[in-house]
Antibody
Framework: QVQLLESGPGPLKPSETLSLTCTVSGGSIDGGTNYWTWIRQRPGQGLEWIGYIYNTGSAHYNPTLKSRINMSGETSKSRLSLTLTSVTAADTAVYYC?????????????WGQGTLVTVSS | IVMTQSPDSLAVSLGERATINCKSSQTVTQSSSAMSNLTWYQQKPGQPPKLLIYWASTRQSGVPDRFVGSGSGSDFTLTISSLQVEDVAVYFCQQYFTTPWTFGQGTRVDIK
């Protein structure tokens, strides 16, 4: 059973950079069998796919966020990272780290508890 | 692909049927296999979403059989055949036919 634990910063101000990490246990972050996915949920709203990374070095991003995102993985620490630059209030959301298996890419069967990121001046 | 759910909310008596609809702006069914790249999630307050159904109709392990997914093409349905107290939640559909993966806006299910 894979487990995911997100950690993030305190409140951010507009134009700052958001950096989140996700520690993975019970599953390999390299090897290509899992697509490690980031999803966010604005307060009281729906879900937005941010992107995924696989094999720690290959990533695919949502075009609406692509210019501001970077995802990476650190195999030795079983840790995933998400960076989002030039944040605004619209980036205030709960950010989830999640897993999708390669045999059913897009089916998200494991989720972290999420971490709330607040952007405010 | 835009996913639109209806209704936005519904209230059903305990033991009665709840039906949630999900419509995609284009087909999410593979022509080669007839498999539909459509999932359903359940989200309770303060919790992450939980996978209920994938490939439009396959229940995730451990999900009660009162949850039934159906549909193809661009029209899908999640049916809760006999609503239980623990089913009070928000339900989302999601397509994974193409990136960006997209979700419906959610349907809130309450007890009448």
């Amino acid at each position: 059973q894979v487990q995911l634990l997100e950690s993030g910063p305190g409140p951010l101000k507009p134009s700052e950079t958001l950096s989140l990490t996700c520690t993975v246990s019970g599953g390999s972050i390299d090897g290509g069998t899992n697509y490690w996915t980031w999803i966010r949920q604005r307060p009281g709203q729906g879900l937005e796919w941010i992107g995924y990374i696989y094999n720690t070095g290959s990533a695919h991003y949502n075009p609406t966020l692509k210019s501001r995102i970077n995802m990476s993985g650190e195999t030795s620490k079983s840790r995933l990272s998400l960076t989002l630059t030039s944040v605004t209030a619209a980036d205030t959301a709960v950010y989830y780290c999640a897993r999708s298996k390669s045999e059913a890419r897009g089916v998200i069967d494991s989720w972290g508890q999420g971490t709330l990121v607040t952007v405010s001046s | 692909i835009v996913m639109t759910q209806s209704p936005d909310s519904l209230a059903v008596s305990l033991g009665e049927r709840a039906t949630i609809n999900c419509k995609s702006s284009q087909t999410v069914t593979q022509s080669s296999s007839a498999m539909s790249n459509l999932t359903w999630y359940q989200q309770k307050p303060g919790q992450p979403p939980k996978l209920l159904i994938y490939w439009a109709s396959t229940r995730q392990s451990g999900v009660p059989d009162r949850f039934v997914g159906s549909g193809s093409g661009s029209d899908f349905t999640l049916t809760i055949s006999s609503l239980q107290v623990e089913d009070v939640a928000v339900y989302f559909c999601q397509q994974y036919f193409t990136t960006p993966w997209t979700f419906g806006q959610g349907t809130r299910v309450d007890i009448k």
